[in-house]
């Protein structure tokens, strides 16, 4: 065998070897879910921080009781879908005024932050 028809085996058996572990590319449509989880749920948190930041949240917080700087730690330690669902309680309310609540619909969305925070602890 000449050196030419050596070097011509050589590189059509390495050829081979990379064609076989080189893995099979794909091509399909991912949901955004699946690439980018955390994105929405950061975003839920910084909303809830947020509505936790209002003034007249404050206010009734400090009225029940509430030290200052007791939730934000606890929100931080919540599940992504606790956090989603206070996100979700927060964009349903309606907007102007004092939030457009009541007093009772006040207390209860910050009682649901209480009973969410107990349930961690």
Same mark, same amino acid.
């Given at each position: 065998m000449t050196s030419s028809r050596i070097l011509s085996l050589i590189t059509l058996l390495f050829a081979a070897a990379l064609f076989a572990l080189a893995p099979l590319a794909r091509a399909e449509l991912v949901p955004t879910d699946e690439v980018l989880p955390e994105i929405p749920?950061?975003?839920?948190?910084? =909303?809830?921080?947020?509505?936790?930041?209002?003034?007249?949240? @404050?206010?009734? +917080?400090? #009225?029940?009781?509430?030290?200052?700087?007791?939730? =934000?730690?606890?929100?931080?330690?919540?599940?992504?879908?606790? @956090?989603?669902? +206070?996100? #979700?309680r927060i964009d349903a309310l309606p907007a102007g005024g004092a939030f457009g609540m009541s007093d009772y619909q006040l207390l209860i969305v910050i009682l649901l932050i209480a009973i969410l925070v107990a349930i961690i602890v």
């Open positions: 749920a950061k975003s839920d948190r910084e =909303k809830v921080q947020a509505f936790l930041d209002r003034a007249t949240v @404050v206010e009734r +917080l400090k #009225a029940l009781g509430v030290q200052d700087g007791f939730l =934000k730690p606890r929100v931080d330690s919540l599940t992504d879908e606790e @956090v989603r669902m +206070l996100a #979700a």
